[in-house]
């Protein structure tokens, strides 16, 4: 509720009796009123000074009632003005309120109760218009806070998802060498291949994030093995050509077993074409040259000689120069000559390096 005395009225009329009879209404009725006998006194009021409500007179020496209108409406857009028009200046009351005013009262006033009346509407409708640009602005505001909310509540999720993958990720690459390590011969291959992968595409000037892409491909490129009899694997003796079919499919299988995490998109690609060669004779799609990215062929350089390395149940493992000399017998045949010969140079470095995860049997 907003009481009189909070209102200020501004009364500009070049006849002092009229100002002062307006003025001594106007408190009466509990009103703060300014008065000014000319538009220029009046704007020079308005330009420091907030009002409620102009009451003014037209035809004023100096500046009269329009130029007021127009020079004041810029400052204060809110401000309600009651134009006092006499009979004679009838249609000039109709062009002030055309031109700004809110309303206009018959000059003298002789009727009290209608004049109070105009000026309760003025007062009012500038209330209103204040609410509503309160209103605006406050609906701004909230506008703006909660789009900054849902970015930030944007931004957390994302986290949180990026947080579930890697966890994912984890997961799969613990299970993974938790099942590596029941058995002897395949014991820490995945974590050796990613060592060796990730060191190689280093040297080669590969940068995040396809580092992260083939780490996590080297952890889960021989998952497939996992869904076929691991007996074929244990089994002393080179496998059969039947077994040796259901085992050339565990690339697409860990490729098809993949395929609903969207954030392995990537990854994919590289598990399942690990066993491809540059000539063709790889599998499971028989890919040639630079149908094999770079981030496959290193993944591929690393695990042949990983698995050249270790021991099998039929046989001893290669040393790590027999196991590089077959690689560079195999050069731009199987695997590309300067990927083998980074592998050589990583290995030098990090047979030397005491913080390497792989220490030699
Ligand atoms: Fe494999
Ligand atoms: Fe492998």
């Known amino acids: 509720m907003t009481h009189s005395q909070d209102n200020h009225i501004l009364v500009v009329d070049d006849e002092p009796a009229i100002r002062e009879l307006l003025r001594e209404f106007l408190m009466g009725e509990g009103y703060q009123v300014d008065t000014a006998s000319n538009g220029q006194d009046a704007l020079d009021l308005i330009s420091v000074k907030v009002f409620d409500l102009v009451i003014t007179d037209l035809a004023m020496p100096r500046m009269d009632g329009f130029q007021l209108i127009n020079k004041a409406l810029p400052l204060q857009p809110m401000l309600p003005f009651i134009v006092l028009s006499g009979g004679d200046t009838f249609e000039n009351a109709i062009r002030a309120v055309h031109e700004g005013a809110f309303d206009f009262v018959a000059k003298p006033v002789r009727d009290f109760p209608t004049f109070k009346i105009a000026v309760d509407r003025g007062l009012e409708h500038k209330r209103l218009l204040v609410s509503q640009d309160n209103y605006q602005r406050n609906l701004e505001s909230m506008v703006r806070e909660q789009t900054k909310e849902l970015a930030e509540k944007n931004l957390l999720l994302e986290q949180y998802t990026e947080q579930l993958e890697s966890l994912s990720v984890q997961v799969i690459t613990a299970l993974m060498a938790a099942l590596e390590e029941k058995d002897r011969y395949t014991a820490g291959h995945s974590r050796r291949v990613t060592h060796y992968a990730v060191g190689t595409a280093r040297l080669l000037g590969v940068t995040e994030p396809d580092i992260g892409t083939l780490e996590t491909a080297g ?106 000399a077959e690689l560079r017998r195999f050069s731009d045949l199987h695997y590309e000559g300067r990927i083998v010969e980074t592998l050589v140079v990583f290995l030098m470095k990090d047979k030397d390096d005491p913080n390497s995860p792989i220490r030699p049997d």
């Open 219 to 324: 952890h889960l490129h021989d998952m497939g093995k996992l869904m076929v009899d691991l007996s074929y694997v244990n089994k002393p003796g080179p496998l059969t050509p039947d077994e040796w079919e259901i085992m050339k499919q565990h690339p697409a299988t860990a490729d098809r077993f993949l395929a609903p995490l969207p954030f392995l998109t990537e990854v994919r690609p590289i598990i399942r074409h690990h066993h491809e060669r540059l000539d063709g004779s790889g599998y499971p799609d028989g890919l040639c040259e630079n149908e094999i990215d770079i981030l496959t062929q290193i993944l591929a350089v690393a695990d042949s000689y990983d698995a050249m390395t270790s021991r099998r149940s039929y046989r001893e493992p290669m040393s790590m120069s027999e196991a590089l």
